[in-house]
DNA sequence: CGATTCTTTGAAAACAGTCAATCTGTGTGG
DNA sequence: CCACACAGATTGACTGTTTTCAAAGAATCG
């Protein structure tokens, strides 16, 4: 499974095969089975968790009980709460496994020092943290903006398949509209 | 007008007297008057700059000509567009001043360079930059599951007296609603 | 004071959410 | 292997909210 994250590596970076070597050395594979917790609201997350296989659903549970879907993470993304990752901070959401899934993980502090070593590995960081900023803005906007119609088109543009792939009430949860909505719009557009 | 920036980053972390001077010596003040134009689409932003005085808005022009307030900012904050300035690629969006301005202001390598040598300033860059991406994430869910009623409790929560220094339809098109629906809600508000 | 921009109001239409009932598929225990 | 329970999906009627449109009134600026 090592693979799936070297080459993910190579597409961010100029990695030296040492490099790459030493951050082998350090990897913990992790496995998730379907529905499994993999971070509890008021734990603290220690582990930078690169996501091999499976798909991962991040919510909070609000004061009447009700999740709320923050994001999908699935292969090739970073899975958890990088508010407490970062700021050591204990998470105020919930991530589990929606399928099976494989993760690659580093302790915090392994990673970190990992990222002194090696510049190619902070720049990539740096990238990643600076372009979820950038595209959480645009979120926002979307939020704010978009119709129920047009949040529904761009989900499937942004997330292709992914509908197929998970349950219809967590994409409605997650796009801000309700199930019964999201069905209509889904018939909608099979016509 | 330094010394409002001086009192700013003594907040944000322990600097020492000669670290405050170098900064002072690199910094270039900047007015604007009403309505100026800070940074228009398709420009590089190459300036950090903070809000000494003055309220300053952040849009975009859609492809029908028709504005979209990102976000405000004022007092103590620093304004523009980040991601112009940490990508070094072409602005998307303008920022202008919605009153009188005083910025201070870094040429970016300038700051980059003074990050480098005292790391309190890195730190309170890094800590600066996590916290936004956390508080947009906060943002995208309350866009996502807000009624119209309480996106405007909140901003008047968030924002006291912004209300009354910033046109309606501004703040309307901030929060997602109309100018018309705004008005009511304020109306409600005041019976 | 004239032009422009912003605010306010109300009616009609479009939109989205709630509710309740039904349908479907999956998995479990007998 | 069947019956049942359960979670999720689907449907339609109803309700409430929000937008749109149009028009008029205030405020601001040159």
């Not at 090739?76 to 050591?88: K, T, Y």
């Not at 398949?161 to 719009?185: C, K, V, W």
Request: aromatic letters at 12%.
């Amino acid at each position: 499974m090592f693979s799936i994250y070297e080459t993910y590596l190579k597409t961010k970076g100029n990695f030296t095969a040492d490099e790459i070597e030493l951050i082998r050395s350090l990897a913990i594979t992790k496995t998730l089975h379907q529905n499994e917790h993999f971070l509890k609201e008021g734990e603290q997350m220690k582990f930078y968790a690169f996501i091999c296989k499976g798909c991962l659903r991040n919510y909070i549970v609000d004061e009447n009980g009700d999740q709320h879907v923050l994001k999908f993470a699935m292969e090739n993304w970073w899975a958890g709460d990088r508010d407490s990752l970062i700021s050591g901070i204990p998470s105020v959401t919930y991530t589990d496994a929606l399928e099976e899934c494989v993760l690659i993980m580093f302790a915090k502090d392994t990673f970190d020092k990992l990222c002194q070593q090696i510049p190619a590995l902070a720049v990539m960081i740096d990238t990643l943290f600076h372009r979820s900023y950038v595209s959480s803005f645009k979120k926002i906007h979307e939020a704010v903006i978009l119709s129920n119609q047009q949040k529904y088109d761009n989900f499937n543009q942004k997330y292709p398949a992914l509908i197929d792939r998970i349950p219809f009430h967590m994409i409605a949860s997650y796009i801000g509209i309700t199930t019964e909505m999201l069905n209509q719009l889904h018939n909608d557009q099979c016509k």
